[in-house]
Structure formats: C-alpha cells, structure tokens
C-alpha cells in the first residue's frame, strides 16, 4: 500500500482542518469567549478560498450564512459585555414608613 499525497488527499486534509477551526471557534463561545466568533469570522477566509481552489460550490451558502452569524453573534455580544461592564448596583430600597407604637 503507498501513501500519495494527491490533491484529493490535500483537500480532504485542508477541510479536516477547517471544520475543526469551526468545531473550536463554537465550543469558545458556547464558553461565552467572544474569540470564538472573531475566530469563527476569521476561518470563514481560508473556507472561501476553499471553496474557489475546489470548485465545491454547494458549501458557499453554508460559510456565507456562517459568517452572518458568527459577525452578528461577535458584535452583540461584544457590545452586552461593553454595557454590562457600566451597570452599577442597583440601589437598595428602603421601606420608609411611620413609625408604630408597640
């Protein structure tokens, strides 16, 4: 049996490796890491270089609806951890009333 590293063999290797930037950028912001989306954005480049070296335009729709959420999902939560950083305790309410005789 001979190894041959043909270009199916790279292919194969380079989506390997891409889905798993996807499988890694998820799993950091299902940790509430915000890196996940900026890396989930940012492995949306090399996929559409795949998908035009390839020719395997059936994952275009897939990485473009992708990358809309994975910029959606950065900039909101990125703007709620901004705000949540400003929130100051609210203030304590205090019954004020008159005072009773015992």
Known sequence: ???SFDGDFVRQAVAILLSA???IAYWLAGNKNNFGWL???LGGIPWIAFIVV???WGLAPLVIGLQ???IRNLMRWWRESRSLE???DPP???KVGAPTAS
């Open 1 to 3: 049996m001979e190894l």
């Open 21 to 23: 930037n996807q499988l």
């Open 39 to 41: 890396l989930g954005v």
């Open 54 to 56: 390839w020719d395997v």
């Open 68 to 70: 809309i959420i994975y």
């Open 86 to 88: 400003t929130v100051i």
């Open 92 to 94: 304590v309410a205090v």
